[in-house]
């Protein structure tokens, strides 16, 4: 039958492609960080500007996906809509560009030996409590898939702004350096 749920495709699926596309990018980064060090630098910092924007660009639309469907009725279609959106924004694109982001900028921390300057721990840390958030809106997306979320819109209304703030922190680190 035309048009029932056995028609569109898994959640599983669907996070398939996003997800070997990581890999590809990760082999790539890898391959060219052993055989070409040199060249491969301006290719790594691009991926991982590319990376951190898809990561973000997630983990700001997704705490907004969870005020919505904090006002569902849990069972209804807009909340069983609003389930797939946040599985899908999560498998396909914030876990895979986290993962490039990671290892893009561990090697390019590496490479620059920024590790060693404060500005770089400060957004070291930084990237570290965000990367425990989306640990956490990670769990939230279990909770609100199993309609066991106990949190309020105006809880979700905050976390909204806590990626805000860390990218700012990051921002003014990478570009300022002020120490």
Request: charged share 15%; aromatic share 12%.
């Amino acid at each position: 039958m035309a048009g029932t749920a056995s028609d569109e495709p898994s959640l599983k699926n669907i996070a398939v492609l996003p997800r070997l596309i990581g890999a590809a990018v990760a082999v790539g980064i890898i391959a060219s960080a052993i055989l070409y060090p040199d060249d491969a630098y301006p290719w790594v910092k691009a991926i991982h500007v590319i990376a951190v924007i898809s990561w973000m660009a997630g983990m700001l639309y997704l705490p907004r996906l969870f005020i919505y469907h904090c006002a569902a009725e849990p069972g209804s279609v807009q909340s069983e809509t609003f389930k797939v959106m946040e599985q899908r924004l999560l498998k396909a694109i914030i876990n895979p560009a986290m993962g490039v982001t990671w290892l893009a900028g561990l090697w390019l921390a590496w490479k620059t030996a920024a590790y060693m300057d404060g500005w770089f721990q400060v957004k070291f840390l930084a990237v570290l409590v965000m990367s425990g958030v989306h640990g956490y809106f990670s769990k939230a997306v279990r909770l609100f898939a199993d309609d066991r979320n106990v949190k309020p819109q105006r809880f979700w209304r905050m976390m909204n702004e806590v990626p805000t703030v860390l990218m700012v922190i990051i921002v003014i680190m990478v570009i300022i350096k002020p120490f």
